[in-house]
């Protein structure tokens, strides 16, 4: 991965632009969110890129993107699977349903599949208890799921 990317003319005015304005250092999320969109995930080459553009030290830059869970210094799968694992969702039965979609996707909780497709993760909570227990696929929430859902999410996902 190379500035010659053309990811990185996209992301070169975002960056630039940012470098305009009051604050300029506190766009770093803004930035980092906007290469995880356009990479899928924040490769080494893309931090250091960040790092020369708006002069913030790589090691900065890496602190943030490890803090924050969505973000992800590795390829993630085309969907990304949360389970809710805060109080609510738990007592719900969450864990029946992260061992569900580990069983079908055949991988485990922090891993992507072999073909790039699915990536299973877990979260605290997202603010939906009421759902109990909620999963999130990519920005689509799934709520009161059980086991027996499991083969039907997957379904859509892959339609």
Not at 66 to 75: C, G, R, V
Not at 77 to 97: E, F, M, P, S
Request: charged share 25%; net charge positive; hydrophobic share 35%.
């Amino acid at each position: 991965m190379t500035p010659d990317d053309p990811r990185y003319a996209e992301l070169t005015p975002y960056i630039e632009w940012t470098q305009t304005q009051k604050n300029r250092k506190s766009f770093l999320i803004p930035v980092l969110h906007k290469t995880q969109e356009l990479f899928g995930y924040l490769p080494q080459e893309t931090m250091d890129f960040i790092s020369v553009k708006m002069q913030i030290p790589t090691s900065r830059i890496y602190g943030v993107a490890t803090f924050y869970h969505f973000f992800s210094l590795k390829p993630k799968g085309k969907n990304r699977i949360n389970v809710c694992l805060g109080t609510a969702c738990y007592v719900k039965g969450a864990n029946d349903v992260v061992r569900e979609f580990e069983k079908e996707l055949e991988i485990k909780m922090g891993e992507t599949d072999k073909d790039m497709n699915f990536s299973l993760e877990c979260t605290r909570c997202i603010g939906a208890c009421g759902l109990a227990p909620v999963v999130l696929v990519n920005d689509k929430i799934y709520s009161k799921v059980n086991s027996k859902d499991i083969k039907s999410i997957l379904k859509e996902l892959k339609s």
